[in-house]
């Protein structure tokens, strides 16, 4: 079976009445003007395939090509090498250049080389075998599944810096959850950037999504009223888009930290997601990112966009060293089935197979 999400029955929660603060004004789910642009492309990604579980071979294929470009300095090392000191500095150099950084670098090469002592390896087959062993034992604490159905509604919040693929990740993540009949509102919690919201209006009218937004103001106002209008309705998911943001902007780090307490006093223990979106092509800086973001938010979990177009995917590998945010998605490419759960067999495999 095709498995994108995991489902639980649903716990009834506990809902205590909870009034907006005072500085929160009313925002109401917005429908699109009339004069929206009906040609945006933001989110305008191919819907039907959705609902079609793709075939595991074809994920793989799709997968390997998207990761090429990480791959590539990779995968030679091994070809006929002999294994001394040249193919481990090789090995150090290619890591260091997928941007694994100098931690899992180190890390891995030490594992390497008592590895291929004690099970006294010979050929540079087998040494690549357990390299990817090894990068799947550093991989794997970063799986996680996507659960829905443990609360009603399951809010998501979703940050990140600009153009890192937040609203493109949201467009895609509400179809696979309609795909698997969950209803999903969006709070269109950018206000900054009008064109951002109208894009979002026009695509969740155009799939059915209920869009939350408000014209200016305060982006914790349209969260709140986003959460407390998805308990009325019994939606399954609350997504919040956030606008994005640089970690060295405190102001604005200061604002996710009030949005996500809004949210809490929205619903209890909400939001059950709190997510960052990073660009898997800024590689050192991804990290950076997820550092910083965590620490303002604590983080349940990581979406990396952007695999298909870049050489520094071992920032994985970093991330599993320094701050191992589960990953719950990753994207390698910009249709929606080029969104997948993060599985680390797969991910090596796919680096190095
Ligand atoms: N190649 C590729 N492009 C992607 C992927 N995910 C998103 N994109 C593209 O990245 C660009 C930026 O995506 P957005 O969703 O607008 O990013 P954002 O984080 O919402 O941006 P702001 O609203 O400016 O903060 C768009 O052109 C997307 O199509 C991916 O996995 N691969």
Same mark, same amino acid.
């Given at each position: 079976m095709f498995s994108f999400f995991k489902k639980k029955t649903v716990t009834p929660e506990a809902t205590p009445p909870v009034a907006a603060p005072a500085s929160v004004p009313a925002a109401a789910p917005v429908s699109p003007?009339?004069?929206? =642009?009906? +040609?945006?492309?933001?989110? +305008? #990604?191919? !819907?039907?395939?959705?609902?079609r579980p793709e075939p595991k071979q074809s994920w793989m294929s799709r997968l390997k090509a998207g990761l090429s470009k990480t791959s590539a300095n990779l995968s !030679?090392? #091994? !070809?006929?090498?002999?294994? +001394?000191d040249d193919l481990y500095d090789e090995l150090e150099a290619a890591l260091l250049m997928s941007d694994a950084g100098i931690d899992a670098t180190q890390y891995l090469l030490d594992a390497l080389k008592r590895k291929v002592k004690e099970d006294k390896l010979l050929d540079a087959a087998a040494v690549k075998g357990a390299l990817k062993e090894l990068l799947i034992d550093l991989l794997r604490p970063l799986e996680k599944s996507f659960e829905? /159905?443990?609360?009603?509604? =399951?809010v998501m919040m979703i940050s990140g810096v600009n153009g890192a693929g937040k609203t493109t990740t949201i467009g895609k993540l509400a179809k696979h959850m309609q795909a698997h009949g969950q209803s999903v509102l969006l709070a269109a919690g950018d206000t900054f950037r009008a064109a951002a919201r109208e894009q979002l209006m026009v695509w969740g009218q155009r799939n059915n999504v209920t869009v939350v937004s408000q014209e200016s103001g305060d982006p914790a106002a349209v969260s709140f009223d986003a959460v407390q209008s998805g308990k009325a309705k019994g939606t399954n998911v609350v997504m919040i888009d956030t606008a994005g943001r640089l970690p060295t902007q405190l102001h604005l780090m200061e604002e996710l930290k009030k949005i996500k307490r809004v949210i809490g006093k929205g619903m209890e223990g909400a939001p059950h997601e709190t997510l960052l979106v990073i660009d898997g092509n800024t590689g050192q800086n991804a990290l950076a990112q997820v550092k910083a973001f965590d620490d303002a938010l604590q983080l349940s979990g990581l979406i990396i966009t952007k695999? +298909? /177009? =870049?050489?520094?995917?071992? !920032?994985i590998a970093a991330i599993a060293r320094v701050r191992p945010v589960p990953v719950y998605f990753i994207g390698i490419?910009?249709?929606?089935?080029?969104?997948q759960p993060f599985n680390a067999a797969e991910f090596v495999e796919a680096l190095l197979g």
């Open positions: 003007p009339a004069s929206a =642009t009906p +040609d945006s492309s933001l989110l +305008d #990604f191919e !819907v039907e395939t959705a609902a !030679v090392l #091994f !070809v006929g090498a002999r294994i +001394d829905l /159905g443990r609360h009603q509604p =399951t695999l +298909d /177009g =870049t050489a520094k995917g071992g !920032v490419g910009e249709k929606i089935e080029d969104l």
